[in-house]
């Protein structure tokens, strides 16, 4: 596995600056969490660390050497709607295998197929099924594997368990913790939800208007935080003190 | 395919379009002799038994030429289809093949010659190519082109945003692939039945050219130049110009049904069943606002009537803030439209009695006290108000409406009320459109537009879903604040647990159309009896979840609202479930609707 | 999001009227090219071969094309800031003084037309929508959709030659062709009218079933209005916004559909002329036409556009 850098990066629209000299490292076997409100530009960075979003100035390094924008990236991004990030008319086992690396023979592709499909825990008999036929959480899972299936050093989670239902949203979040303890991956997890983050992730990034504004490992960052956002953020995710 | 063929529109344009296409493959053959065959003694003749609309001034038999012509019709029509489809394709993958910047060159030159109708274009390029078949061909290939390329290039940008466009770049997708495995099998269908129906189109643009003396020159014919050597004739001889046009008529239509019956794919829901012998009625809860007594509701669906809500029984008290929890299917928010009396036919909402703020919402009319007792709030602030009137005057509404006031003294109101809600400086936004609104602005002043009559019950519909977790919180306060002015109750739907034990003083917890819990909120998250509530709250992380622990997980998937089991709804996933909770449904019994209720996983 | 309201119809004002010069400089350029881009040599195409050497040249002369080519363009803008269309090459006539004098017909026929689609399109189509609403009234809906599949499947002209078989050569009731009286007008402003009367009440009816389905309308309903407030006050404007969107194109259409109607009532407009130009190879001539219809349509959508921008304010700030 592998450490991304993001050293100082802006992404620029027009006059409407997205992301502000952000400066995050996610170092090897890590989950950095990266939680913010709508329009803070989460989805930007990681957008940008795989070429979806221009960078205006800045550099994003993959263990110090700039990520590629073509071709198969090293960094692989997980989407938060499941029923766009799966193509309708193409099975399950095909997109897996699109992202694969070289052009595997059949044998070796079923079996590579079916490999990562367990390692989702998902039926090896679910590749030869359409997106339709798959609940949300399933093709999130699947969605999974095809990044997977990439080889990827980084792995970026946008969102991935927002549009779930909560009795499916666990299950994926389980699986997310087993991956990382299984196979030893880097990755950020975005999510605007702090408990979600904090079950999942080691370190915690706080990102507002476009700048990062506290970060460090998540016991402190939740435990004792240190700006007034986070404060903000966290007195919203508890419980309202008074009841009426 | 099959199920556009099953529809009466259907079938008649694929039959019609294979006479069409019969005539324009075997009409030269068959009727082409006829067609050429001079008949001097028989010059301009009316219809007749041996001529069916008569012959031309060479005497020869019109309605054979009518069936000749078929085929330069079709043929032409066809070529000039495919050029439009071709470079209108082209176009419209611009930005996708050609790279951002010439690609957004080639949409901005669409965009300006599209504003252009096709005739005129195909005047335009009639000019550059002369008069004649292959010219006008051309030119109604090229003029067609522009409105192709807009409408590839709309499908494509639509599938470009997708996830899985941007999962498969970076997956290292090639453009051209990406093009022929994503983008392509996934507009076709729209495309064909647009080319179906741009085929009729043309042919009718074509008659008109040949029609004229632009199109097709003697001595070849197309239907559209034996109307314009009809015309001539039309007062003694009308057949002559009407022949070639009912043909025309015919195969334009047999495109446009094709095409138009496999646009519409027919997702007909089917009708529902005569209803049953109405439950007794019965009387609604004292001292309550709302009073609901086996609710039921069905919605007619594709596969068969939907039970989304099958016989739910609760009341709210005066005051009292009741939440309702369950996931997505669970029928939380179709409950919450039906006491709102929201819900219209074909929807079926069924009772024993179903009472609000006084008003019988199972007697027919139009519940105008509703208006001012009742405040409802959407989940979705960015769609719920009306883009086409400032904010003020859609709450001003209310009280001119209701309340007999002026337009001043209501807009004054309105303003008040925005003031009410926590909306700085409300008259200036009272002004504006709901566009230039936050979210959790406008959020607030829906909740304001309840507030402009005298509300009994709020009835509040994922209110905070679509927000951000700040704002969130902000509307939760502001709507127990408004409960502690006004006095009035709360019915809050949520699939949040944490937002409903918040507010709420008493949770239902719904699976599958039916309440499976109902217990104080404060207890949610210890004592619960239902296997489902358990798994529910223990499925969701909060910010004291044991991080050694993997998070509880409900195994298989939430029931299909078409298929109702007779037993319990949640056995299939449930850990305890045995044979009589498969056969027998649990009734809500003690505030649980279990047969192990209570029992350890 | 969130711009003052004063800057936002000046901004409208500047986009709307760059994009109207950019399509008058595409429109211009477009029918500039016209005559270089038919292939040979078009005043020889023009005049036949039979014409003698000289003459083709003293033509060629006249019509400047022995200039490089930019500075025909540059003298062709000049002349067309002058309002300068230049002469025919049959009739010897000034172009421009032809169109102004064919101009007002076609134009009526056109506005005519115009409010004649939209005024039958409006009501049918919102009493089509509240009648066949939710499954409701089945037999209206096929009988509907199936008139107006078919209707508008005839051509304008198809229309027009039914209407002059029906009403003028069976009945007399209206004149055949020419423009003299009032009842004059009846058969060609009919004949273009319907084919768009028919694709609007279709798209009304359409977009208005898809606005009653609207969250807003929803929220209207929460306040207890009356049926004909709700649709008359918080559907309609929102189903014509988005019926002038999908539509104002079949509307431009008609402009173009003169020329056909035209030629079907011997109506002395500029479709009449722009035929038998095009058949005559008489280059200024057409070139002029082109250039009015043309304009005529930018007119159309720009007023299109505008109207829109007055009923939904978003359109003014989106991209539109």
Known sequence: ?244 | MRAALRRPVGLAGVVLLVLVLAAAVFGPVVWGDRATAVDTADLLAGPSAEHWIGTDNLGRDLFARVLVAARLSILLALAATAISMVLGFLLGAAPMLAGRRLGRLITAAVNVLVAFPGLLLVLFFAVVFGVGARGAALAVGLAGAPAFARLCHTLIAGISERDYVAAARIAGVGRVRMLLRHVLPNIAEPVIVYATMAAGGVLLTFAGLSFLGLGVQAPDYDWGRLMQDGLNGIYIHPLAALGPGIAVVLAGLAFNLTGEAFASAPRRAHVLPKAGQPAPATAPAAGSVLSADDLRVTIPGPNGPIHAVRGVTFAVGDGEAVGVVGESGSGKSVTALAVAGLLEPPVRVEAAHLVVAGEDLLAPGAHRRLGTALAVVFQDPMTSFNPAHRVGPQLAEVSRFHQGMGRKAAFARAVDRLNAVRIGDPARRARQYPFEFSGGMRQRAMIGMGLMGDPRLIVADEPTTALDVTVQRQVLELLADVRRETGAALLLISHDVSVVTDVCDRVLVMYAGRVVEELPAKDLRTLARHPYTRALVAAVPDMETDLDRPLAVIPGLPVDPVETPAGCAFAPRCPLADDHCRTVAPPLLDGVACHKAGEAP | ?320
């Open chain 1, 1 to 244: 596995m592998s450490t991304l850098t993001f050293h100082e990066v802006s992404v620029r629209y027009g006059a409407h600056t997205v992301l502000h000299e952000v400066s995050l490292e996610v170092g090897a076997g890590r989950t950095v969490g990266l939680v913010g409100e709508s329009g803070c530009g989460k989805s930007t960075l990681a957008r940008a660390a795989v070429g979806l979003a221009p960078v205006t100035s800045g550099a994003i390094l993959l263990d110090g050497r700039p990520v590629p924008s073509r071709g198969r990236r090293p960094v692989q991004m997980v989407f938060q709607d499941p029923y766009s990030s799966l193509d309708p008319r193409m099975t399950v086992g095909d997109s897996i295998a699109e992202a694969m690396p070289g052009r595997p023979g059949r044998m070796e592709r079923q079996t590579e197929i079916a490999r990562l499909l367990g390692l989702v825990h998902l039926d090896a008999a679910r590749a030869g099924d359409l997106p339709g036929q798959l609940s949300g959480g399933q093709r999130q899972r699947v969605a999974l594997a095809r990044a997977l299936a990439a080889r990827p050093r980084v792995i970026l989670a946008d969102e991935i368990t927002s549009a779930l239902d909560v009795s499916v949203q666990g299950a994926v979040l389980n699986l997310i913790r087993d991956m990382r303890r299984d196979l030893g991956l880097s990755m950020l997890f975005i999510s605007h939800n702090l408990a979600v983050v904090r079950y999942v992730a080691d370190h915690v990034a706080v990102l507002h208007a476009g700048r990062i504004v506290e970060h460090g490992p998540t016991a402190r960052v939740l435990g004792d935080p240190r700006h007034d956002y986070t404060r903000h953020l966290l007195a919203s995710a508890h419980p309202l003190k008074e009841h009426t």
């Open chain 3, 1 to 320: 999001m969130k711009k003052p309201a004063a800057g936002r119809w000046p901004r409208f004002a500047l986009r709307r009227a760059a994009r109207l010069l950019v399509s008058l400089w595409v429109l211009v350029t477009a029918s500039f090219l016209m005559i270089h881009l038919v292939p040979g040599d078009p005043v020889r195409a023009a005049l036949g071969p039979t014409a003698p050497a000289d003459l083709v040249l003293a033509h060629e002369e006249e019509l400047g094309l022995l200039d490089p080519l930019w500075q025909q363009y540059a003298s062709f803008l000049g002349r067309l800031v002058r309002g300068d269309l230049g002469v025919s090459i049959a009739s010897r006539l000034s172009v421009g003084e032809t169109i102004a004098q064919q101009l007002p017909a076609t134009a009526e026929l056109a506005v005519l037309a115009f409010l004649l689609s939209v005024a039958v399109a409006v009501p049918v189509g919102v009493g089509m929508a509240v009648l066949t609403r939710r499954g409701r009234g089945r037999r209206a809906e096929l009988a509907f959709t199936g008139t107006n599949v078919v209707v508008s499947a005839i051509p304008d002209f198809l229309l027009g030659v039914g209407l002059v078989y029906l009403l003028a050569v069976q009945t007399h009731v209206f004149p055949v062709a020419g423009r003299a009286g009032p009842d004059s007008y009846v058969l060609p402003v009919l004949a273009l009218a319907i084919g768009p009367a028919a694709v609007l009440s279709r798209i009304v009816r359409v977009e208005m079933l898809a606005v009653m389905e609207a969250d807003y309308i929803r929220t209207a309903r929460a306040k207890r209005l009356t049926p004909v407030r709700l649709h008359l006050v918080h559907a309609l404007p929102n189903a014509v916004t988005a019926t002038l969107t999908i539509g104002g194109l079949a509307l431009s259409a008609l402009v173009a559909g003169t020329v056909l109607v035209e030629n079907v009532f011997a109506w002395p407009g500029l479709g009449s002329s722009i035929v038998s130009s095009i058949v005559a190879k008489d280059y200024p001539l057409v070139q002029g036409t082109v250039l009015v219809y043309g304009v005529g349509v930018l007119l159309i959508n720009t007023l299109v556009d505008v109207v829109l921008a007055l009923l939904d304010p978003r359109s003014a700030i989106g991209e539109a």
